[in-house]
């Protein structure tokens, strides 16, 4: 049985009560809080910095999935690390030194992530998987919560799968786009494994419908 993980990504919750909706992800049995990262430049939305994270850590004992949608990400991997970021996510697409900054993520003790969007293959990413925990295969454009799930990013996860299991590595696939109790189950059967969710999960009672993500999973 895959290692399935689910995560409710905050972006989606109510921004003036933080406190309150890491509690109501933790209740909820999600293993991870998912944090969206956007500066206004590399994507047009603007988000949040590493001092609300820092904020929002004391309150949870949920793996802190962090993905940065910034350019010049080499500039604040310090700062999230001293935030408390479990899992530090960055573009492919956002920097021309995607190998040296994963180190930099990897020596300050956080798990590095590499982040591919739609219209990026995954020729772009191959010579740096042996550094990264996990690989995010974004099925939406980044920047914009509520969009529909770009079913065609299936087959990159699938490609990624053969990739992964050809070289020996162990990295996770997440997908992160239009993930609810019907398109969760298509990015599992093509390989995916922790799964964000941000509308899906707080239009509703956050307990019920994580539970309706794990039934997905598990039908």
Do not use: W
Request: net charge negative; glycine share 8%.
């Amino acid at each position: 049985m895959p290692n399935y993980k689910i995560a409710p990504s905050i972006l989606a919750a109510d921004y003036a009560n933080f406190e309150q909706e890491l509690k109501r992800i933790e209740a909820s049995g999600s293993e991870y809080v998912h944090i969206d990262i956007m500066d206004g430049h590399f994507v047009p939305n603007i988000s949040f910095g590493s001092d609300v994270v820092a904020a929002m850590r004391p309150h949870s004992k949920l793996v802190f999935d962090c993905h940065l949608m910034i350019s010049n990400p080499e500039a604040h991997i310090e700062s999230f690390a001293r935030a408390g970021v479990d899992i530090l996510t960055i573009h492919v697409e956002s920097t021309d030194h995607i190998h040296g900054a994963l180190q930099k993520i990897k020596e300050t003790g956080m798990k590095a992530a590499v982040v591919v969007n739609p219209g990026t293959p995954i020729s772009a990413i191959t010579h740096v998987l042996d550094l990264v925990d996990q690989v995010l295969i974004m099925t939406v454009n980044p920047g914009f919560g509520g969009q529909k799930f770009i079913a065609t990013m299936t087959e990159k996860i699938v490609d990624l799968v053969t990739i992964r299991d050809s070289k020996g590595l162990q990295f996770d696939i997440e997908v992160d786009g239009g993930i609810d109790n019907q398109t969760i189950s298509l990015a599992a059967q093509a390989g995916a494994n922790i799964f964000v969710a941000g509308s899906y999960v707080f239009k509703g009672d956050v307990t019920e419908r994580v539970a309706s993500l794990r039934a997905a999973l598990n039908g």
